[in-house]
């Protein structure tokens, strides 16, 4: 039985996506510890420069170049994916829990008869069975699960979840795999890709971010958030109650359902600290987090902590950073 582990490389215009060194880090972990190689599969064009940003981190980059390849089409990948899987038998097959996998591995599970684990936290193997950790009732729980017996399995992790790989002294081997006949697929065709509309902020490349949650109580709140973030030199962002509740666009949401988010500092104000909201921002340098109820689980990923009342403490901590600046 084969102990090697593949990771779907996910890239969008030239560039390879964060959630792909986070999936070759976990892929390391489970080659290293059962014996295995790590792969990097890479499919699409015109792949040469992404190619050998890949050859420190992984052991094998295979390289599969098409004209069809070009943009992501599920139809294709579970083509060339099918055909690398049942060639090589790979004990894991990681992908992001992203729209890439969420189109793909349901139907290249099916396809080839072998479980898929999608949306986990984590993946081990107790003697010759898998199995996996997923959160389940909106985070508030955390489930295992044995998958069934079979040569490889199939598993998606959301962003977020592991750290992102850090290049080492090797260099991989590139292996360029010439891609099965792909025949044109007419009922499902790339037309172009649209991106989202910029908003006024990108949280995703600020360095500070004030982020609240319930615990702001009132829209008008928000007054109090922004003062503190312009103090700082921060930017703000929040948790999905502010955006359901109208108060705060989309582009500002951080967690599983939002953006992911590596900032030197996180202050949260008010967030509780579900699981889909940590998924977004455990990342951070820094995080502080300021909640009246001492049982938060935010609490549990925070490097700092203060319980009680945000606004008292905001207030003051403004004035004592004006105070210190003034200086």
């Known amino acids: 039985m084969s102990r090697d582990v593949f990771v779907l490389v996910e890239h969008r215009q030239g560039v390879i996506r964060d959630i792909t060194f986070e999936l070759l880090a976990k892929g390391r972990q ?5 014996g295995g190689s790590l ?50 038998r ?66 998606t992790f959301p962003a977020g979840t592991f750290p992102a790989a850090a290049p080492s002294a090797q260099a991989g081997l590139i292996i360029r795999q010439q891609p099965p006949q792909l025949e044109e697929i007419a009922e ?3 037309v172009r890709l649209m991106e989202s509309p910029a908003g006024e902020v990108d949280i995703c490349q600020s360095q500070k971010i004030v982020a609240v949650g319930r615990g702001i109580r009132e829209r008008e709140h928000l007054r109090l958030a922004e003062e503190l973030a312009k103090t700082i030199g921060a930017v703000v962002a929040c948790s999905r109650p502010i955006v359901d509740a109208g108060w705060l666009p989309k582009d500002r949401q951080v967690g599983s359902s939002g953006k992911t988010v590596r900032p030197k500092l996180y202050l949260a104000l008010g967030i509780s600290g579900d699981f889909q909201h940590v998924m977004g921002m455990k990342g951070a340098e820094t995080i502080i ?12 990923v925070a ?25």
């Open 90 to 155: 790979p004990l894991f097959t990681l992908m992001g829990h992203t729209s890439y996998g969420w189109e793909l591995a349901p139907c290249l599970g099916a396809a080839l008869g072998i479980p898929l684990a999608p949306g986990c936290i984590d993946i081990w193997l107790e003697g010759e069975l898998a199995v996996c950790k997923r959160m389940v009732y909106g985070g508030k729980i955390v489930g295992e699960y044995s998958l069934r017996p079979s040569w490889g399995y199939l598993v």
């Open 289 to 300: 987090a300021i909640n009246k109820d001492p049982n938060a689980p935010i609490f549990s």
């Open 39 to 88: 792969w990097a599969i890479l499919i699409g064009a015109d792949l040469e420069a992404m190619a050998e940003s890949l050859r420190q981190v992984v052991d094998k980059a295979v390289v599969v170049e098409a004209p069809r390849l070009c943009h992501f089409h599920s139809d294709y990948y579970q083509q060339v994916l099918a055909t690398l899987l049942q060639e090589h």
């Open 30 to 34: 489970l080659a290293n510890g059962y």
């Open 188 to 190: 499902k065709v790339f």
């Open 303 to 327: 490097h700092y902590g203060v319980v009680d009342d945000l606004f008292k403490v905001v207030p003051a901590l403004i004035t004592t950073v004006q105070g210190m600046q003034a200086k």
